[in-house]
């Protein structure tokens, strides 16, 4: 059975500040796609990063990076000085590689960040 | 513009009333599913369908029933035997294999049971 675990449950930060979330997972399948979704307040998700299972680089965005790590099975996500916008709930979340919307979510972490 | 439709986005239902939600997608996208998401929790899956007139239950699929007639519309009933049914329903797509394979979520229907 697949499972993401998300051990921050909520975060507050000032904003200017680094900040990095934290994700781990259990999975016996060989491939399988990890993903990074923001939760606003206004309740849809929004895809951020995917990653495949054969692909361990690191990945930058502007302001977000993310880090896999397969052998410590974490993909971790970390946001350079955060700003109030960022604040939202952020899921982690693992699925076969045939069936990508077929998820495992982690239970989430609620990112506040303060002026 | 591309995405997911889903209605209404809030919905209230007596107890021992079925109710319908709604989800179409204009994406073109051959997968579709439905997620139940609990306060302070995750998103759980209840029931996917990777093709016109199929379906599979997915880890909660108890006291819910869908049907998937055209590509475009994946409704969900929340049936009377659902014991605890309020929540917030969020609908998505996804294109199964190939490059771009993340799945798309609509707005959600927040549903109470009143």
């Known amino acids: 059975a697949q499972k993401v675990t998300q051990a921050q449950t909520e975060i507050s930060v000032v904003e200017k500040e680094d900040v990095t979330l934290d994700c781990v997972y259990e999975?016996?399948?060989?491939?399988?796609?990890l993903f990074w979704y923001k939760q606003p307040p206004s309740g849809e998700l929004v895809f951020l990063i995917r990653?495949?299972?054969?692909?361990?680089q690191n990945e930058i965005s502007g302001r977000y990076s993310w880090n896999f790590q397969k052998s410590t099975s974490s993909f971790n996500f970390t946001i350079t000085a955060s700003q109030v916008v960022d604040s939202a709930v952020y899921f982690c979340?693992?699925?076969?590689?045939?069936?990508?919307?077929?998820?495992?979510f982690g239970d989430g972490t609620t990112l506040t960040v303060k002026p | 513009d591309g995405g997911i439709t889903q209605s209404p986005k809030y919905l209230f239902r007596k107890e021992g009333q079925n109710v319908t939600l709604s989800c179409e997608q204009n994406?073109?996208?051959?997968?579709m599913y439905w997620y139940r998401q609990d306060p302070g929790q995750g998103l759980r899956l209840i029931y996917y369908?990777?093709?016109?007139?199929?379906?599979q239950k997915g880890d909660i699929a108890e006291g819910y029933s869908v049907s998937r007639e055209k590509k475009e519309s994946f409704p969900l009933t929340v049936t009377s035997a659902q014991k605890n049914p309020t929540a917030f329903y969020l609908c998505?797509?996804?294109?199964?294999?190939?490059?771009?394979?993340?799945?798309?979520f609509g707005q959600g229907t927040r549903l109470t049971v009143v």
């Open positions: 999975t016996r399948d060989t491939t399988y796609y």
């Open positions: 979340a693992l699925s076969e590689r045939t069936n990508a919307g077929k998820s495992t």
């Open positions: 994406l073109n996208h051959d997968a």
């Open positions: 369908s990777q093709i016109v007139n199929d379906f």
């Open positions: 990653r495949n299972s054969f692909d361990e």
């Open positions: 998505a797509s996804s294109v199964p294999t190939g490059s771009y394979t993340e799945a798309f």
